[in-house]
């Protein structure tokens, strides 16, 4: 697991400035416990709090140490919203977003205790608060920033909280932007992981981009002062550097950097070197972008600047801005550190010709996406949680299975599949929960499923046909108040318990379920009056099975109908025959009358 990188420690900023997204044009920005829409110094529009499954709004303790109209409220996820708990946004076209959080607690609670959460994105883990917060400022009444980038493929996109202990979950605010989705050498680097933010640096200039001034950002990014990334014996030489031309290539396809970013960049002295020591979590892949732009009117030829970028002491490349792109244009580079097992990321600028320069560094740690349930298999248990009404204190939120380090679903256990591609379900424990809905037929749909618990609720209706899947091994619903017949789909699947005691089930005992306890297992079918056709049950009337005729009923009277039939055709005919010899009135003689009645 890793910590949480504060992208931000400041109380007072926050927005998203209304520019075209050059992608997609799809975008939300949600105001976590707002009310009614608000629109920010920087004429964004806020959308009023949406999406969530649960919890309740609340409005931070000192308002006016807040600027922005979005950085007041915050919605808090108690237990009894459930352990697990997500905003879920629909209508989502498949591909990358940015997300980015604004975290606050400014003790709107009156407890001076900042919670303890974990937070994930499409059913990974992304980052983690652990009380007390790092920084007092920031529990007492600053916000944190948070960024990364994701891939959405199922058409909607689950931001979810995990309650440590009993700690509720806090979230201000709530921004998604569709990204180009071959943004950050996607292509190389792989959908299957998320980007998450450890540090945007602007090199030579301070705090900007949307929520920190006017400057634009298609992507929504907002940039970093470098100085505290710098080393002690870099601040000492080093020099900043900016210009007011234009810079080519920037605001292109498939990044979208934007200007601002090149025109200005720090440097040092002929002999000096360019060190930052970037804080990380060992254990994990990281993507170093740096951004580089030869603003110096002075360099003018290629191999008048040249320097060796190293990273943990290993050198990386040798870098002559010139030489890729000549003067006042971009030019980015980037690279993968692998298996970090320190803390701290060493860069180092190491001068060749010349002294070395650079514009910006950007720093993202590579997660690994986490398995997510079967998409059939979360379909039934989202049926379920409707069919049974589970209440919402149990969090049967997002994905049911994911993440791997939280636990699933409570009463449900989770496994990987045989190919290790997704998770499935493997159990489902609910007894004794005041569940007083009925089974989904969707179930069916839980091909893995080696035992289903539902026993002492208040469970009705008729059990489903999908019920008895091949994998299903354990079978308890006792003490319920199910109706109708036990389903053919029981005999073919593998159960060695099936408790159905104390239920309304009528008709007859397929003698394949009941020959479970006959080959060792465990059968349990007392308290339901309407059961019969097995020992220990009454017999089942001759024509009457499951509640309606049996089949051999239905045979019966279907051969008395047609030996009825065929006499009263044989009559009729006779009777013509007589009539056309005799002439007479037609009439049935009177003991053919008896026969046909």
């Known amino acids: 697991m890793f910590s949480l990188f504060f992208l931000l420690l400041l109380p007072l900023l926050s927005a998203s400035a209304p520019v075209p997204h050059p992608y997609g044009n799809v975008s939300y920005h949600i105001d976590c416990g707002g009310n009614s829409p608000v629109v920010d110094s920087f004429n964004t529009t806020w959308l009023p709090d949406r999406y969530f499954t649960g919890g309740a709004a609340a409005v931070v303790s000192e308002p006016l140490r807040f600027r922005q ?6 919605r808090y996820f108690p237990l009894s919203s459930g352990k697990k708990n997500c905003y879920v946004l629909p209508g989502l076209p498949s591909g990358r977003y940015y997300l980015r959080t604004f975290t606050v607690y400014d003790n709107y609670d009156g407890k001076s205790h900042p919670p303890s959460f974990d937070a994930s994105v499409e059913g990974t883990l992304v980052f983690s608060w652990r009380s007390p917060w790092p920084s007092p400022d920031l529990a007492g009444g600053s916000g944190a920033y948070s960024d990364l980038f994701a ?63 006017d400057d634009v950002d298609y992507f929504g990014r907002s940039w970093q002062s470098d100085y505290s990334a710098r080393t002690a014996a870099t601040r000492k030489i080093i020099d900043a550097i900016s210009t007011a031309s234009s810079i080519a290539g920037t605001n292109r396809q498939p990044n979208y950097f934007p200007m601002k970013l090149y025109q200005t960049a720090v440097t040092v002295g002929q002999m ?25 009117p002075g360099v003018n030829k290629a191999g008048q600047r ?3 970028v190293l990273v943990n002491g290993a050198n990386a490349t040798r870098i002559d801005i010139y030489k890729e792109v000549g003067r006042f244009a971009a030019f980015d580079w980037h690279y993968t550190v692998k298996n970090l097992s320190t803390t701290v990321l060493n860069v180092k600028l190491v001068p060749v010709v010349g002294a070395p320069l650079l514009s910006g560094i950007e720093n993202y740690a590579l997660v690994p996406a986490d398995l997510a349930t079967d998409p059939q298999q979360v379909i039934a248990m989202r049926s379920l949680k409707e069919s049974l009404r589970v209440p919402d204190r149990m969090g049967w939120n997002g994905d049911p299975c994911a993440p791997t380090n939280w636990d699933a679903w409570e009463g449900v256990t989770c496994h990987t599949n045989k190919d290790k591609t997704a998770l499935v379900i493997y159990q489902i424990d609910l007894g004794s929960q005041g569940l007083k809905g009925f089974i989904s037929d969707q179930v069916g749909l839980l091909s893995n499923l080696i035992s289903l618990n539902l026993s002492s609720n208040s469970l009705g209706g008729n059990l489903p046909s999908g019920l008895g899947q091949k994998s299903l091994v354990r079978l308890d619903l006792s003490n319920n108040q199910f109706v109708g017949s036990i389903p053919d789909s029981l005999t073919v699947s593998n159960l060695q318990l099936v408790l159905l005691n104390g239920n309304q089930l009528e008709g007859r005992v397929p003698e394949e379920v009941y020959s479970i306890g006959v080959h060792g297992g465990e059968i349990d079918l007392s308290d339901n009056k309407g059961l019969c056709g097995v020992p220990t049950l009454p017999a089942c009337p001759l024509f009457w099975q499951n ?13 008395s109908c047609l030996v009825v039939f065929s006499v009263l055709l044989v009559v009729v005919y ?3 025959i007589r009539r056309g010899r005799h002439d007479y009135d037609f009439a049935l003689p009177h003991e053919l009358m008896g026969l046909s009645y």
């Open 69 to 74: 109209p979005q950085e007041k409220t915050l």
């Open 151 to 213: 891939f959405v493929r199922d058409g909607e996109a689950d931001v979810c909280f995990y309650s440590i202990a009993t700690d509720p979950p806090v979230i201000g605010s709530l921004s998604l932007v569709q990204v180009d989705p071959l943004s950050y050498d996607s292509a190389s680097v792989g959908t299957n992981f998320i980007l998450v933010n450890y540090g945007r640096l602007d090199c030579g200039d301070g705090q900007w981009g949307p929520g920190f001034s």
């Open 272 to 296: 000096g070197a360019l060190e930052y020591e970037l804080e990380v979590d060992a254990k994990l892949d990281y993507l170093l972008w740096f951004h580089f732009a030869e603003i110096d």
């Open 306 to 308: 040249v320097f060796d």
């Open 547 to 559: 509640g309606g005729l049996s089949t051999g009923g239905k045979i019966g009277i279907a051969i």
């Open 574 to 576: 006779i009777c013509c």
